[in-house]
């Protein structure tokens, strides 16, 4: 089955640049969509279509594509922004969805 | 703005089936170009896409809960439904229902209920 890989953890310190990456073999063909997630809360759409931010997500959030890779970056990251992340997608054909296993943001 | 709120039971006993339902508020589950999709999230783990169904009655599953998933939608409530049968423990997470969105070929959640914890337990 088609996976996609995230790091499971990135600290960063206040005001630096966070960077998550998410791998899969299906990533040039297909969108990657990064979802943020605070306990207890529901995910939230943070990045679509590989670069594209939704209205009332700040500017420090930025997304990227490389091949097999696709990063999420927050400039200047902010206590707030310590969270769950999440990358998604679909196999090559479309048809099913996959969420990689996640990144754990922790703001130093 | 659309809303999206699951509710059913909470408690399920194993080998029995799981059933959910989420209700749509703010639009017609009918209108528009939207999949209708359930995720879940076993306490501590990572999301897992469960499926989808389009307003017409396509569905698509994942493979590996594909033998054990239906998902329907009744336009007229404007909700659409999740049965899970032969629980086990594994099955225990939050439930969340999600509107998708269609980019090329693939789609995009920006649309989420805020989740229904469903634990299998005897």
């Known amino acids: 089955s088609y996976e996609l890989t995230q790091p499971p953890s990135v600290s960063v310190s206040p005001g630096q640049t966070a960077r998550i990456t998410c791998s899969g073999d299906a990533l040039p063909k297909q969108y990657a969509y990064w979802y943020q997630q605070k306990p207890g809360q529901a995910p939230v759409l943070v990045i679509y279509?590989?670069?594209e931010r939704p209205s009332g997500i700040p500017e420090r959030f930025s997304g990227s594509s490389s091949g097999t890779t696709v990063t999420l970056t927050i400039s200047g990251v902010q206590a707030e922004d310590e969270a769950d992340y999440y990358c998604q997608s679909a196999d090559s054909s479309g048809t099913i969805v996959v969420f990689g296993g996640g990144t754990k943001l922790t703001v130093l | 703005q659309v809303q999206l709120q699951e509710s059913g039971p909470g408690l399920v006993k194993p080998s029995q089936t799981l059933s959910l339902t989420c209700t749509v508020s703010g639009g017609s589950i009918s209108s528009g170009s939207y999949y209708w999709s359930w995720i879940r999230q076993p306490a501590g783990k990572g999301l897992e896409w469960i499926g989808r169904i389009y307003t017409s009655g396509s569905t698509n599953y994942n493979p590996s809960l594909k033998s054990r998933v239906t998902i329907s939608v009744d336009t007229s409530k404007n909700q659409f439904s999740l049965k899970l049968s032969s629980v086990t423990a594994a099955d225990t997470a939050v439930y969340y229902c999600a509107r998708s969105q269609m980019a090329q070929n693939s789609e995009y959640f920006q649309h989420w209920g805020q989740g229904t914890l469903v634990t299998v337990s005897s």
């Open positions: 279509k590989d670069s």
